[in-house]
């Protein structure tokens, strides 16, 4: 993508522009050879994703968009044709923007300690990870 023009967009067009790119890049579009998701369909999901994470100093939408590109280079680095097939490459990047969604962005340590509703529903169980599924 194009560094320049990323940096003339606010961070919600630049995070949905490298996203769009990304998944167009492994060939994930409907409209490219054997894509998955329609490129309306990702464009409406990307906002909605945005909405749902926390504004925390680390665990936001931006690490999100951080952790997706790890995971896309991951899969362009490894030779994708043989190791992942399309469903692999869709199932990695949606996991990749899903992964901490709604994450309250303290450890799950500290929530036990202050018996936060999400320690007490979870059983003091990964409650961060337990929520992050459920909404998922």
Known sequence: WNRLLLCTMSAADAHKTMIMCMFGGLGLIIGQDGGYVSPSTLEKLIPILREN??????????????????????????????????????????????????????????????RHNLATTYNDLRCDCSLNTCCS
């Open 53 to 114: 994470y926390n504004d925390n100093p680390y665990h936001n939408f931006s690490h999100v968009v951080d952790v997706t590109h790890c995971v896309f280079r991951l899969i362009k680095l490894i030779d994708d044709s043989v190791y992942f097939s399309p469903l692999d490459k869709l199932c990695l990047m949606f996991s990749a923007l899903h992964h901490d969604l709604q994450h309250p962005g303290v450890s799950n340590q500290f929530l036990i300690n202050t």
